[in-house]
């Protein structure tokens, strides 16, 4: 079975620029998940998805940050103008139902100058 | 509001021996889930072990045990046996189960392990 897909993995930009990050879940896993990871610390969860629906977005920063989950399987993560602060790790995970055991990706790690 | 505390940021063991990582929560609900990730260098989150509130026998996973306190909202990580591949930050996480899956982690245990 293949696991949870993130690209790229690597991302280097200038401050102001947009970026977006994708994601496949694993597939049959109906809840994705979100999740920024700062340096030297636990992921916080930015957003879930129940199928293609964004049930829990309460920390993420729509000013300039956008999700979508199209069809329910892939999903994009964007930030729209980025700032020196979302330099971070972004991190993808899946699980079959909400509630039930996470599996992560390779996460995106993004630095922004 | 649910709180996950790993109170010891670097741990070192040598090869073969065992090290226990603790963690501690704050929860007012009665039935959540517990996990214990593993991050290496690569930074692939790994699930190591889960345990359900309900349960009072601990989970044990290979060479990956937990000591789940329920009264005293405890639940350490021993690692038997250690081996270089171990090395990694370890998260606790903590889920209440009407929570759909939000975890909450905490700040991760440096576990470095030395021949």
């Known amino acids: 079975e293949a696991g949870v897909v993130q690209s790229p993995r690597y991302k280097i930009i200038e401050k102001k620029q947009p970026v977006a990050f994708w994601c496949n879940p694993i597939?049959?896993?109906?809840?994705l998940y979100w999740y920024l990871q700062n340096l030297g610390q636990g992921p916080e969860l930015l957003i879930r998805?129940?199928?293609?629906?964004?049930?829990?977005d309460s920390q993420l920063p729509k000013d300039r940050f956008s999700a979508e989950r199209l069809k329910g399987v892939d999903s994009t993560l964007k930030i729209q103008p980025a700032e020196l602060g979302d330099s971070a790790v972004y991190l993808c995970?899946?699980?079959?139902?909400?509630?039930?055991?996470?599996?992560f990706g390779p996460g995106t790690r993004l630095l922004v100058l | 509001a649910q709180t996950v505390t790993q109170s010891q940021p670097e741990m070192s063991v040598q090869e073969a021996e065992t090290v226990t990582l603790s963690c501690t929560y704050d929860?007012?609900?009665?039935?959540?889930?517990l996990f214990w990730y593993k991050q290496p260098p690569s930074r692939q989150m790994i699930l190591v072990i889960r345990q359900e509130a309900y349960k009072q026998q601990n989970a044990t996973e290979n060479r990956f045990s937990v000591n789940f306190q329920k009264a005293a909202k405890s639940f350490s990580l021993k690692i038997s046996d250690s081996q270089l591949g171990d090395t990694a930050m370890y998260f606790c996480?903590?889920?209440?189960?009407?929570?759909?899956?939000?975890?909450?982690f905490g700040a991760g245990t440096q576990v470095v392990v030395t021949p």
């Open positions: 995970a899946s699980s079959r139902q909400g509630g039930e055991t996470q599996y």
């Open positions: 996480a903590f889920t209440p189960t009407d929570s759909w899956g939000k975890l909450q």
């Open positions: 929860t007012s609900e009665s039935n959540y889930y």
């Open positions: 998805y129940e199928n293609e629906e964004a049930v829990d």
């Open positions: 597939s049959g896993h109906n809840t």
